[in-house]
């Protein structure tokens, strides 16, 4: 393929404990160490495992950071290309589609989360608390220049809903918009995967906004929801926020379709409230299991709508990415760094 070739791309955002325990994701790549995909690992493994792929992939997966923390550490991406082996339609689609994989955002704050068990929960960033202030941390997915501190976020510090002191001020947010912001006419998807709740949701969390492809939106979503269930027999609610859970401003969701990305969704996985954010370890692998069902009805859809419909101009000549961390679907030129 030729250097100045246009890439389409999907851009996906997972949450720290979801992506390296799912080897659905990276299935047909050859690993040198040995990793245990069904427990949840401290960020130093994680980075370790991306590594780890990388180097015994050399021909297939690549590596960029594209941020740093609040606590100055690294926010990386793999890049794989053309990776799959065991699956047709996959294999088909990656010689359009190349993907991006961030496995964790919130670097910071999930590494604190090993500190001991009182901190096992935390939700929001590390950064230092406001003037006057006395608590530390943002939640990141209010963070997002969209609509931000309209609604469902607080102004308080110390609430788990805290929105940060204005839109992007937190390095971890920013560094996304930034390179998503410059991939933004190219981008096709844009997922983000957390917990909990056994959610699809869409654009906006904002109840009196709609996104101008609600319809197609709701019906993509459900057709994901329907291919999670065939998995585990896990039902999956879609709808927006307001619908389906609460009003919320300032996610990476509504960011990403309000600067022109059109397919934008947030899975919340497993489960309905048995264990919450707590999830038993013998869960992790089923749990990825439907996530990487939905992600791939997505993908699907995105994909042969691009490029089987004739929507892209010279589509043959065109290759698509797909990104993942919480993970994102981009149009990009030349190689991403």
Not at 140 to 153: D, I, K, Q
Not at 170 to 178: H, N, Q, Y
Not at 187 to 212: D, R, V
Not at 221 to 235: F, L, P, R, S
């Amino acid at each position: 393929m030729e250097k100045n070739t246009l890439k389409f791309g999907i851009f996906l955002l997972i949450s720290s404990c979801v992506l390296e325990t799912s080897n659905s994701l990276v299935e047909g790549l050859e690993s040198t160490q040995a990793y245990d995909y069904t427990k949840y690992h401290p960020m130093d493994e994680i980075y370790k495992w991306m590594e780890d792929v990388e180097q015994g992939n050399p021909e297939l997966v690549s590596s960029a950071v594209y941020g740093r923390t609040y606590e100055g550490r690294n926010i990386k991406l793999l890049k794989i290309v053309n990776s799959y082996k065991t699956n047709t339609k996959l294999e088909q689609m990656l010689q359009n589609l190349d993907v991006y994989v961030t496995p964790v955002i919130n670097v910071d704050g999930y590494n604190y989360t090993w500190v001991n068990s009182s901190t096992r929960l935390w939700r929001k960033s590390r950064s230092d608390p406001p003037p006057n202030g006395t608590c530390y941390g943002v939640d990141l997915n209010r963070n997002f220049n969209a609509n931000w501190g309209t609604v469902g976020v607080s102004f308080d510090s110390c609430s788990n809903t805290y929105c940060g002191n204005s839109a992007g001020s937190e390095p971890e947010a920013k560094a996304v918009m930034d390179i998503v912001g410059k991939m933004h006419e190219q981008i096709l998807c844009f997922l983000t995967i957390h917990s909990a709740g056994q959610l699809i949701l869409l654009p906006y969390g904002h109840p009196e906004i709609s996104a101008p492809n609600y319809d197609e939106l709701v019906s993509v979503g459900k057709a994901a929801a329907a291919e999670m269930k065939k998995v585990h027999g896990m039902d999956y609610t879609v709808g927006t926020s307001p619908q389906i859970l609460y009003a919320n401003s300032g996610s990476s969701r509504d960011w990403a379709r309000l600067i022109g990305i059109p397919f934008s969704y947030t899975f919340e996985l497993r489960d309905k409230g048995e264990f919450g954010h707590l999830l038993p370890e013998e869960q992790i692998q089923p749990a990825c299991e439907e996530a990487f069902a939905g992600a791939l009805s997505i993908i699907t859809y995105v994909h042969d709508k691009a490029f089987n419909s004739g929507a892209l101009p010279n589509a043959a000549g065109v290759a698509i990415t797909i990104w993942s961390t919480i993970m994102a679907v981009s149009l990009s030129t030349g190689v991403l760094v």
